[in-house]
């Protein structure tokens, strides 16, 4: 007995640390729940690039994840699924039509000679561009962290204390004006004369002399000449070599006056105010830039927070509905055994749920049916083993045996069902997609848990009771057994 | 109450046979009208649907939304085959499916839509646009997976069991499948009712389910033959079913509440899943008792094993004193 007393605190206390698991961590939702956008890209070959390896969808990922990174959206994730394609979640994003627009360009590198007499205005436009970036920057943080007086220091109006929506529009209305001093940059310049196309590598490299940093670039032949041209027509006008990186420009290096006669041959070097860190993400930038791989946005996904809401709420019901007609089902039926399994099924759902806030699983709609129907397996355990302990007592044999046999015989059963529907949960999370993938996932781990619960949980807790002398009574077990039948008490 | 299934087995046979037509009719019929065995949802066939929602805090919200006037705005757009929904509280709500469209194309009748019966309530919005290639690739995976699950389950249970009844539980499954499908192919010639990716799940946890139904009796039926080699399969098998007669009935059971919960208050998605669950699970429940039992009785008196306990020809007999 001594070792079903140790089980049952330890039933007891697993279930407390479930409970403070869930109270402690948060639930991750998945953006059909908490709302959102999502975007498949499909990552499309070239001519050029006839088969995509690791290393191009990681390339391409970056430039992606840095453009996911400019719409100013929180808790964005940018993954890579399967061989070709890439799947964006913005959460709380319910229009997804800027997002679509930004993701679906092709990454582009072009370098862009500056138009003369414009020195002076493209100063201006820079200024203006650095202002707007700096109160962008501020208004994030004062997003992020609620803390109004960083907001207040850069505003004209210090009694303007916006709420978190009024943010939102200030954050917006700024992106649209970085945007807007974009394209007024883009105007000075001249249209491209070289792209990304003709780079062959770019990378970061210490500079000789001095603790700063420059980036390399190598262009094949063709635009090694046309980089020549492009630098000797600027070298010494103090104008800018413009470098464009999806119509952003990310450099506008001077060209010294020594090039005037030549131009910049055998590769150039960008030897801007760059640290090491610096210097390697615009190599990556470029390198990433210089992928002409096409993107295209073959599916999206937008559910409004107020839907995610509503259906939350409804799974719940659906749940609490569910669970309380099965515990009545179960201890009506199966009398003392069904109201312990039922002990046993509410340490299940508790368990369960804490794995999924341990495993960082993302609940979906899919995902909370699927824990729904777990609870008919874990049932279904109880179910075979109670049946089984039943036919054992009208067969004659005493209460402990009976409840002995009953799980013994029981398990070869349940451990095959189990491993079936396993078999079926492993075939749906390896070919299946999204969605479908969360509910796999769920549903697994409910029946592993399960085998945990409705086996060791329940006989633990039977053992114990059949150990106190007023729950070892046959007729708690099975209603209409005859009298004549032998009792271990 | 004990159901001698061995000799009523031409009549369970039947029902089955008879479900079974009817599925297969039903996907055929659905295959001559939709060129598919079921209708396609947005998930397989691809393109866009948006679902928008009026603010009545701002909008006028005294008439529910005129699907005239919605099918108007679509031919201004070009869009005349798209398909019109009004739905929610007081029609305030409309769903609109139409070819996939694009950024463009879709920001262009989203705000058509604002601006004739807006304003619009942005944190209720669903847009789903599905590529052909996404809805090609749902599809396909979503098959492999089938067969993959099929292809696990034949091989564990020949390992825990025999081939023999790894093949007919297979049967049994695909018994349940076919007829959850059929019933769909239906539903989806009277009332429009679309498959998507959910059903594949649907279908997959159908499988999963009612191979422990078909595993719970096969595993007695097995005890059964262990203990009692002597007797004969007939026998064995009725009395296997009627063994986990009540166990069956009582999963099935337990589970069919918990799906008629989310019927109730489970919201749309889920609505027509929960249905294809009770359906394959009521089928599953069914097959497992008079199917895969009275398959597996059929098989070995067929195939000369009816009494386990008879030495196989070439061995030699043990001595009866």
Known sequence: MGKQRLLLAMIFGLAIAAIVLISATPTRLGLDLRGGTQLTLQVETTEKIPTLTETDLEAVQRVISDRVNELGVSETSVQILGQNQLLVQLPGVSDPEQAQRVLGETAQLEFRSQRPETNQQFQIENQILQQHQLELLTLQQAAETGNQSLLNATTADPDNTPVPAELEQQIQSVQTAIRESNRAIRELFAPAALTGERLTDAYAQPRQGGNQWEVVLDFDAAGGNQFAELSRNVAGTGRSLGIFLDNRLISAPTVDVRYAETGITGGAVISGNFDAEGASDLAIQLRGGALPLPVAVVETRTVGPTLGQDSIRRSLYAAIVGLVLVLIFMAVYYRLPGVLADIALVVYALLTFAAFNAFGVTLTLPGIAGFILSIGMAVDANVLIFERTREELRSGKTLYRSVESGFYRAFSSILDSNVTTLIACAALFWFGAGLVKGFALTLAIGVVISLFTAVTCSRTLLFVSLGLPQFRKPELFCPGLSTTAPSNS | ?321
């Open chain 2, 1 to 321: 109450m004990k159901l001698d299934i061995i000799r009523q087995r031409p009549f369970w046979w039947l029902i089955s046979s008879l479900f079974i037509v009817a599925s297969l009719i039903g996907m055929v019929i659905s295959w001559q009208q939709l060129g598919a065995p079921l209708r396609p949802g947005l998930d397989f066939a691809g393109g866009t649907r948006i679902q928008i929602v009026r603010d009545c805090t701002q909008a006028d919200c005294t008439a529910p939304i005129d699907s005239a006037d919605v099918r108007a705005l679509l031919a201004q757009q070009g869009l005349e085959t798209g398909v019109i929904q009004v739905a929610g509280d007081d029609g305030q709500s409309v769903s609109i499916r139409t070819r996939n469209l694009d950024v463009d194309e879709e920001s262009t009748l989203r705000s058509a839509l604002a601006t004739t019966f807006g304003p619009l309530d942005n944190q209720s919005t669903q847009i789903d646009s599905v590529g052909p290639v996404i809805g090609q690739q749902l599809f396909a995976s979503g098959l492999i997976a089938l067969i993959v699950a099929f292809a696990g389950i034949v091989i564990y249970l020949s390992v825990r069991f025999q081939l023999d009844y790894a093949l007919l539980a297979i049967v049994a499954l695909l018994h349940d499948v076919v007829i959850t499908m059929g019933l769909f192919a239906w539903l989806g010639l009277l009332l429009q009712v679309e498959v998507n990716s959910l059903f594949i799940v649907a279908l997959l946890t159908i499988v999963g389910f009612s191979v422990n139904d078909t595993v719970v009796i096969y595993d007695r039926i097995r005890e059964n033959i262990k203990l009692h080699p002597e007797r004969h399969i007939n026998d064995l098998v009725d009395d296997g079913v009627n063994q986990t007669l009540t166990r069956s009935i009582n999963t099935s059971l337990t589970t069919i509440l918990l799906l008629v919960a989310i019927v109730l208050f489970g919201g749309e998605t889920l609505k027509f899943f929960a249905l294809a669950l009770i359906t394959g699970f009521l089928a599953g429940a069914y097959s497992s008792i008079f199917v895969a039992s009275t398959l597996l009785a059929w098989w070995r008196v067929q195939s000369g094993q009816a009494i386990a306990g008879l030495p196989e020809a070439g061995q030699p007999v043990e001595e009866t004193p």
